[in-house]
């Protein structure tokens, strides 16, 4: 599920430049912000500051670019419409 949503995510960045809300990817907060961290540690994405108060993720920054590795990743693997 979590590539599904990755792949979304990517998707909508590199069409439409901006970032997916989670409420469009049925997903919670937190299942949110651990997608975006992933994301962010695998260099699909800039722009996202991710901090945690008390054990649950915060955003910091939510400025999302998609970078050329997140357009490699959106290439091979391409979502089957």
Do not use: C, H, W
């Amino acid at each position: 599920m979590k590539k599904k949503k990755i792949l979304e995510i990517l998707d909508e960045l590199d069409k439409k430049s901006r970032l997916k809300p989670k409420e469009e990817l049925e997903l919670e907060l937190e299942e949110y912000a651990e997608i975006l961290e992933i994301m962010t540690d695998d260099g699909l994405l800039s722009g996202v500051q991710i901090s945690r108060v008390m054990g649950k993720r915060q955003f910091i920054n939510l400025n999302a670019k998609i970078t050329i590795q997140g357009i490699e990743y959106l290439e091979q693997n391409q979502i089957k419409e």
